[in-house]
């Protein structure tokens, strides 16, 4: 695996991959990396000539008072994800690289609009915002076939596709499944910041959104009392949890739903300790 740290040289060796016909896979990732990104990693593996995966904890998504400086790093455990995974090129850029005028002095910004009026964009003004500018510069420097993209994160999985398609990057965007614990607790790299007491709560979470897709395949259709059912089943298995929010969204433009109709995201974002887990189920009606 080579690791690259500019952007030139990053350049130079795709568009030599690229003259001779290879294709590219891009696996964006924060670092600390576990089993969901390598699910990334093999897809990427599997459907390209070149899988490039970049580690970037990007500034400009994290609000004030949340973890930027206290993010899990770990570059040397990583990097060996990263080779395990058959990973071609790591790119590790410097914030400077990413922006040239400091993030807080960048002028040109993607709005991702209505797609992050809800769920997670209630509680975290700017965070898609970030995520959107930083994912475009990744597909100006990468230019990749494939952009490879978890479940995990509906939210801006949707955004991600969605800005793909409104400003025509020409990449397939591939959302993978979320990878899951044994006991069904998503993985994160935030689960490190469970205590072990907090850490046998948590599957609280998946129960709760498996009781409510069961219930909507025995007929319900009322949101509220979806809501009122993973709120009960998350009161009952992990009383310690302080929920920020139980949504039902439509699937397509995650705005809320009163009724269950069509393809259905239903997500929650819940504080276990300083932990703040994140999951969703698609339901359809
Ligand atoms: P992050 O490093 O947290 O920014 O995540 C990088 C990518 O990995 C994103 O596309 C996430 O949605 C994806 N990802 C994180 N956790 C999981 C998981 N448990 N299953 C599948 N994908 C995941």
């Known amino acids: 695996m080579e690791v690259v740290e500019g952007i030139e040289p990053l350049r130079r060796r795709l568009d030599a991959e690229r003259r001779v016909g290879r294709t590219v896979g891009l696996v964006p990732t924060m670092g600390s990396l576990h089993a969901g990104h390598r699910s990334l990693l093999d897809a990427a593996r599997r459907e390209n000539d070149v899988v490039v995966a970049t580690l970037f904890v990007n500034p400009t998504q994290f609000g004030p008072g949340e973890d930027f400086a206290g993010y899990p790093r770990d570059l040397a455990g990583d990097r060996a994800v990263l080779e395990a995974a058959g990973t071609d090129v790591l790119f590790l850029p410097s914030v400077a690289a990413m922006y040239p005028d400091g993030p807080e002095r960048q002028s040109i910004w993607i709005e991702p609009g209505s797609l992050a009026a809800h769920l997670c964009g209630t509680s975290r003004p700017g965070h898609f915002r970030g995520v959107t500018t930083v994912v475009a510069k990744l597909l100006n ?18 955004i991600l596709a969605r800005m793909v398609r409104d400003l025509g990057f020409p990449v397939t965007v591939r959302i993978l499944p979320t990878v899951r614990e044994q006991d069904g607790l998503a993985i994160s790299s935030r689960n490190a910041y469970l205590s072990p007491g907090e850490r046998a709560q948590a599957p609280a979470l998946r129960h709760a959104l498996l009781r409510a897709r069961e219930m909507v395949a025995g007929g319900e259709r009322d949101v509220r009392c979806l809501i009122a059912a993973v709120e009960g089943t998350i009161a009952e298995e992990a009383p310690e949890a302080r929920i920020e929010y139980i949504s039902v969204v439509d699937g397509a433009t995650l705005q809320p739903l009163d009724r269950v109709e069509g393809d259905v995201l239903i997500a929650l974002a819940v504080y276990l300790g300083t932990a703040r887990l994140i999951d969703n189920i698609e339901v359809s009606a």
């Open 141 to 158: 420097m990468v230019e990749p076939d494939h952009l490879y993209l978890g479940q995990k994160d509906a939210q801006q999985a949707a």
